[in-house]
C-alpha cells in the first residue's frame, strides 16, 4: 500500500480493521436474514450479532495453520461466540462473505472519491469566475492560436470533472452488489430470498446471478473509472506545469513560505506537486490494467484475482483520493500571473487576429483563398521583420480598400473575441451542475453556480 500518501479516511476503509468488521458485518447480517427465514435459531443470531467479535493477532495466529483468512476469521470469532458460532456462516462460502464485504468498502471509498471531486469542481469553479475575462493566448500544437480567457479554460476543467463525478457514481451503483449464492452460484444451501435479505440490510443490490465469486467486469469498470479520473488530473496538472515554464511563466502553483525547490539552486520554485500528480496517474492507469487482466478467471472461479485486488483497490483509491486533495489545494492557492498572459498574448505582435481579419474581408465580398493570401503575407512579414501586424495591414493597399481602420480595428477588439463567454459559462457552471444535480437523494453534486 502506498503509505506515503494515505490519509486517514480512506486509509481506514483499506485497513485489516475494517476488512474484519466489515466481514463480521456480512456474517451478522446473514445470520439475522436466516433467523428471520426460520433457518437459525433466532437465540444463535442474537448471540452472533451480541458476541461477534475479533482479534487481528489471533486471526493471524489461526492463519499461519488454516493458510486460510475466511477460515482463520470464522474460527476467531467462533471463540468469542461460543456454542451458537455453529450457525456462524452457515451455508455460505468465503466469497459470499469477501465480495459483499468489498463492495461495501468499495462503495464507501467511492463516496469520499465524490467528496473530494465536489471541493475540486468549487474551487475550480471559484477560479474560473474570479478570471472569466482574464485574456490569455490559446495555443494550438504550443503555437499561439486565438485569445481566450483563463476563465474558459478552468471552465473545460469543470465540465470535465463534472463527467468524472457522474463515471464514479455509476461505478458506485455497479459495484454495490452482493452474493450470497454459494460455492459455483446455485444457491444450492441456501435460498436466493436470503441473499436478497441480506442485500437489503447492507444497503446493495443482489448479483442477478453469479459465480462463486461477483464478476470481475464490474471491478474493472471502477477501476477504469478511477484511472479517467486520474487522466483527468493529470491533464489539468500538466497545463499548470506547462504554463509555469520560466519562458511562459502564466501560472505557478502554490510556494509556500520556507519551501525549497531545489538542494543545489535556492532560486527554483519547481512545480512539484503537479508532478506528482501526473505521475501517481500512471499508476493508477497500470493497475487498471491489471483489473483488466482479473475479469478472466478459469471456469466458476479462481483466486488469481485475489491477490491483486489487495494491491491495485487500496492503492488506487489511497491515489486518487490523495491526488484531488492535493490538486484541490494547488487550484485554490496557484498564482495567476495575468500582466504575463497579457505580454505572452502580445509578443506574436497580434498576428493571432488573423483569423478575425480574414473574415472580415471575406464578409466584405474578398474570396476566401485571396483573402487567406493578403493575410499571410502580411503575417509572414510580422513574423520575419518583426513588425506590427496592425500597422502591416493598415499599410497594405489590398487591405485597405476594403477594409477601413475602424473594421480592422474591430478584428483586434478582445471585447469582440470574447462577446460569448459570458453565454459559455452559464452553459457550463448552471447547465452542467443542473444535470449533475438531477438525482434529488445525492447531495454530493457542485452547487449551480450564477454567472
Known amino acids: 500500500m502506498i503509505a506515503r500518501y494515505t490519509h486517514p479516511e480512506m486509509g481506514g476503509i483499506w485497513s485489516d480493521q475494517r476488512r474484519y468488521e466489515t466481514w463480521l458485518v456480512v456474517e451478522i ?3 439475522d436474514a ?3 427465514a426460520g ?3 433466532p437465540e444463535a443470531a442474537r448471540e452472533i450479532r451480541e458476541r461477534g467479535a475479533f482479534d487481528i493477532a489471533r486471526i493471524e495466529e489461526i492463519e499461519q495453520v488454516t493458510q486460510h483468512d475466511v477460515i482463520a476469521f470464522t474460527t476467531a470469532v467462533a471463540e468469542k461466540v461460543g456454542p451458537s458460532a455453529r450457525w456462524l456462516h452457515f451455508g455460505m462460502t468465503s466469497s459470499d462473505v469477501i465480495d459483499t464485504a468489498q463492495a461495501l468498502q468499495m462503495r464507501e471509498a467511492c463516496d469520499l472519491i465524490l467528496k473530494d471531486l465536489d471541493a ?46 457522474e463515471r464514479v457514481r455509476r461505478a458506485r451503483a455497479t459495484v454495490s452488489v452482493g452474493k450470497l449464492s454459494g460455492a459455483v452460484g446455485t444457491f444450492a444451501h441456501l435460498p436466493p430470498s436470503i441473499e436478497v435479505d441480506v442485500c437489503r440490510r447492507l444497503g446493495l443490490e443482489p448479483a442477478p446471478v453469479a459465480s462463486q465469486v461477483i464478476q470481475r467486469d464490474r471491478h474493472a469498470e471502477l477501476m477504469t473509472t478511477l484511472a479517467i479520473t486520474a487522466a483527468s488530473l493529470e491533464k489539468f496538472a500538466l497545463e499548470i506545469r506547462g504554463l509555469q515554464k520560466t519562458e511562459i511563466g502564466e501560472l505557478e502553483e502554490p510556494f509556500a513560505k520556507g519551501q525549497k525547490g531545489s538542494s543545489a539552486m535556492p532560486h527554483k520554485r519547481n512545480p512539484i506537486a503537479c508532478e506528482q500528480v501526473v505521475g501517481l496517474a500512471r499508476l493508477v492507469r497500470g493497475n487498471a490494467h491489471a ?7 478459469w471456469h466458476e472461479r479462481d483466486i488469481s484475482h485475489s491477490s491483486v485486488e489487495r494491491v491495485i483497490l487500496p492503492d488506487s483509491f489511497i491515489a486518487v483520493d490523495h491526488m484531488l486533495r492535493r490538486f484541490t489545494r494547488v487550484v485554490r492557492g496557484m498564482t495567476v500571473n495575468v ?9 506574436s505582435r497580434g498576428v493571432v487576429f488573423s483569423g478575425t481579419v480574414l473574415l472580415e474581408l471575406a464578409r466584405k465580398g474578398v474570396a476566401r483563398e485571396q483573402a487567406y493570401e493578403w493575410v499571410q503575407r502580411n503575417a509572414m512579414r510580422s513574423f520575419e521583420e518583426g513588425t506590427d501586424f496592425r500597422t502591416l495591414l493598415l499599410a497594405d493597399p489590398d487591405i485597405t480598400k476594403v477594409l477601413s481602420p475602424t473594421d480592422v480595428a474591430r478584428a483586434f477588439d478582445l471585447n469582440e473575441q470574447f462577446r460569448h463567454v459570458e453565454e459559455i459559462l452559464s452553459r457550463v457552471f448552471i447547465t452542467t451542475a443542473h444535470a449533475q444535480s438531477a438525482d434529488p437523494g445525492d447531495s454530493r ?7
Do not use: F
Not at 144 to 164: F, I
Not at 445 to 451: H, I, K, L, N, S
Open 120 to 165: 475540486l469542481a468549487e474551487a475550480i469553479r471559484d477560479r474560473a469566475l474570479e478570471h472569466r475575462r482574464t485574456p490569455m493566448i490559446g495555443r494550438t500544437h504550443g503555437v499561439h492560436a486565438e485569445p481566450m480567457t483563463l476563465g474558459l479554460k478552468l471552465a473545460l476543467w469543470y465540465a470535465e470533472v463534472g463527467r468524472d463525478i
Open 291 to 297: 483489473a483488466l487482466e482479473n475479469v478472466a478467471l
Open 339 to 347: 500582466g504575463r498572459m497579457r505580454e505572452n498574448l502580445e509578443r
Open 29 to 31: 447480517a446473514a445470520a
Open 445 to 451: 453534486r457542485p452547487q449551480r453556480a450564477e454567472c
Open 39 to 41: 433457518i437459525v435459531p
Open 34 to 36: 436466516m433467523a428471520s
